[in-house]
């Protein structure tokens, strides 16, 4: 047992939606009587990519004794959900579930999906491979968030864009549509610490003091993290710098564009 930090669920505000489940990776929560319960202690990690998915506000971060969380205990809880929820036909079926297959009850975002990009994207045949189709617009290095020091002269009064590190995989245009003019930095709301990057990312609010910020997403809940973090640190520490948030497709396109107020969460 130790103190760590552990998602906690008002019953009384819960209505039982079920927004939460899949935006737990890890299977934790789960629609029981009508209430989302956490299953288990040992298969939250306490990360809470949840707590936005929830239109009640059931949900909130505690720190509280707690056993540590099990990641080999996760992946039997997945496995076991999993089986639960084929069909016998499916089962029965030439395509066996695998263990390396992505849980049906896991991320959404780690649903494989096959995309099929427009046949004129390659370049044309007479053009160098080794050339770029269009120069870099990139203005510094590094650009992880876990890098960047708040204290890097680039940042400095700048356009600060706070991408999701995804996102230039389906915005065929980042370069020119996002990045031109604008100071990078970028990660993994899904796979990197949360608390650190709101921590980074108010150091950098009051060092650098940017013009603006626009935080790009992708539209699968695992990635809501990032613009979370983004945007309550600039309500805490600097809410008069405007900010944007970017919602896109993993098809490419913007599906959603919002301009949160200073209370917003």
């Known amino acids: 047992m130790a103190v760590r930090k ?25 629609i029981i009587d009508g209430k989302a319960k956490l299953v288990s202690d040992t298969f ?23 056993p540590e969380f099990d990641e080999a205990a996760v992946t039997q809880h997945l496995a076991k959900l999993r089986k639960d929820t084929q069909s016998a036909s499916m089962i029965a079926a030439s395509h066996p579930a695998k263990e390396s297959a992505a849980p049906q009850c896991g991320c959404p975002g780690s649903a494989m999906q096959q995309l099929n990009p427009a046949a004129n994207a390659a370049p044309p045949a007479s053009q160098e491979v ?14 992880q968030l876990m890098l960047v020091p708040p204290q890097a002269p680039f940042l400095k009064n700048a356009d600060l864009l706070i991408c999701a590190d995804c996102v230039p995989f389906t915005v ?16 993994c709301p899904k796979l990197d610490d949360l608390q650190h990057y709101y921590d980074k990312l108010k150091s950098i609010y009051q060092e650098a003091a940017p013009r603006s910020i ?4 992708m539209e699968v809940p695992c990635c809501d993290g990032i613009a979370q973090a983004a945007v309550q640190a600039r309500n805490e520490v600097a809410p008069h710098i405007p900010v944007e948030v970017h919602t896109i497709g993993v098809r490419g396109g913007i599906v959603d564009r919002k301009t949160p ?4 969460a």
């Open 6 to 30: 552990i998602v906690r669920i008002d019953e009384e505000l819960c209505d039982g939606c079920g927004d939460c489940v899949p935006a737990c990776a890890e299977g934790a929560i789960q």
């Open 44 to 66: 939250c990690d306490g990360l809470g990519v949840c707590l936005g998915e929830c239109p009640q506000n059931a949900i909130t971060i505690e720190e509280r004794e707690a």
């Open 130 to 143: 080794s050339q770029p189709v269009m120069p870099s617009q990139l203005g510094h290095w590094p650009i």
């Open 172 to 187: 065929p245009d980042f370069h020119y549509r996002y990045l031109t003019g604008r100071a990078l930095v970028v990660g």
């Open 214 to 217: 626009t935080v790009l997403k």
């Open 261 to 264: 107020c200073e209370s917003a």
